[in-house]
T-cell receptor, first 116, second 123 residues
């Protein structure tokens, strides 16, 4: 089974609007972390935001927020006030802490296009 | 501060040739990862090292691929002989095994710091 599922291959959003990128995950480990990365056309992977499984509040970083719904195993990324520079691929990833695994499992990504 | 440094940024080679990709992790990071990114398969973990020791190489496609980390500041990923299906972007990433990530959580968040990637094209 896929550990990280991103069901939206592509999304469009009007500039200055908010957009939600979906991510669901699968783990039996009670201690895990969820990450979002941005990959612009230049190719680098940029860390955006982190949510721990025991964190009581949803993570926020500037215009990025993570809508963490633990019971549904979803960790959607919300980008508010979209900018043209937000056009990129966005990857959701997970690390399982108790399993002792040190790597991140990545989803297949969502390509976001911001329309002027 | 210097990030993860990869070289070469671009490599074009002919089938059958040996390819060596290089990575310098962030100073002080003691965990290093090699990922491969393709359109078909997305981001795949090939291998990772903790304290220069290979921990999990189950993602290495086949014997043509090998990776080494002779010291804390250098790692190589070698493909010999290369094949057209090896064409991909190869990312190196590093993180610290202890301490906090940039999110400031008391638990090591484990975020990875990626290099800019090496785009390999095998003709």
């Amino acid at each position: 089974a896929q550990k990280i599922t991103q069901t939206q291959p592509g999304m469009f959003v009007q500039e200055k609007e908010a957009v939600t990128l979906d991510c669901t995950y699968d783990t039996s480990d009670p201690s895990y972390g969820l990450f979002w990365y941005k990959q612009p056309s230049s190719g680098e992977m940029i860390f955006l935001i982190y949510q721990g499984s025991y964190d009581q509040q949803n993570a926020t970083e500037g215009r990025y927020s993570l809508n963490f719904q633990k019971a549904r195993k979803s960790a959607n990324l919300v980008i508010s006030a979209s900018q043209l520079g937000d056009s990129a691929m966005y990857f959701c990833a997970m690390r399982e802490f108790d399993a002792g695994a040190n790597n991140l499992f990545f989803g297949t990504g969502t390509r976001l296009t911001v329309i002027p | 501060d210097a990030g993860v440094i990869q070289s070469p940024r671009h490599e074009v080679t002919e089938m059958g040739q040996e390819v060596t990709l290089r990575c310098k992790p962030i100073s002080g990071h003691n965990s290093l990862f090699w990922y491969r990114q393709t359109m078909m398969r997305g981001l795949e973990l090939l291998i990772y090292f903790n304290n220069n020791v290979p921990i999990d190489d189950s993602g290495m496609p086949e014997d043509r691929f090998s990776a080494k980390m002779p010291n804390a500041s250098f790692s190589t990923l070698k493909i010999q002989p290369s094949e057209p299906r090896d064409s991909a972007v190869y990312f190196c990433a590093s993180r610290s095994l202890s301490g906090t990530g940039t999110s400031g959580s008391t638990l090591n968040t484990g975020e990875l710091f990626f290099g800019e990637g090496s785009r390999l094209t095998v003709l």
